[in-house]
């Protein structure tokens, strides 16, 4: 996950760290732009640590399924049971 330590290790996302942090720092922003929306619909007070992924947000961030997969999150989310982009 991260140069914080191994994935099975106890290491979280933190807004406060910056994208040299994390293996890929395209992670970092794409979760920083998650969080930023996902608050801006769900209330300042979203973490997106403790919360469920908002599916919808995230197909709509991501344009839909890129090459069939999700944008974040995707080994994570039943993407057999999120809507198409277009019925969303």
């Not at 997106?48 to 599916?55: F, L, M, R």
């Amino acid at each position: 996950m991260s140069h914080k330590g191994k994935a099975t290790s106890d290491v979280s996302f933190s807004l406060e760290d910056g994208p040299q942090e994390y293996m890929n720092p395209s992670v970092h922003t794409r979760i920083s732009e998650y969080t930023s929306a996902a608050r801006s619909v769900h209330g300042p007070d979203f973490d997106p640590c403790t919360q469920e992924i908002d599916t919808e947000l995230v197909m709509r961030l991501g344009g839909g399924k890129k090459h069939g997969h999700m944008w974040i999150a995707d080994g994570t989310i039943d993407s057999t049971a999120v809507p198409d982009l277009s019925t969303i």
